[in-house]
């Protein structure tokens, strides 16, 4: 079983159900600097609430959250 990674919009995160990602609540995500998207990650099937969004593997994630975008400490 592989983890995946979605960003979503700020907006969105009333829609997540902590019970289907890894997450235990809103105080437990992870923000883009801006404060405008977050990140959630889940293990196994899709939750319906992310169904096409763009789903990462973690290599993939990592290259974005160490950009400027995700990272205060980035060059």
Do not use: C
Not at 6 to 23: A, C, K, R, T
């Amino acid at each position: 079983m592989s983890r995946k990674y979605v960003i979503i919009e700020v907006s969105d995160v009333p829609s997540v159900n902590f019970d289907e990602v890894l997450q235990t609540s809103e105080k437990t995500l992870r923000h883009s600097t801006d404060g405008t998207k977050t990140l959630v990650k889940f293990d196994g099937a899709t939750p319906s609430f992310l169904a096409g969004n763009v789903q990462y593997n973690y290599s993939e994630i990592s290259n974005i959250l160490n950009g400027e975008e995700w990272s205060t400490d980035s060059v």
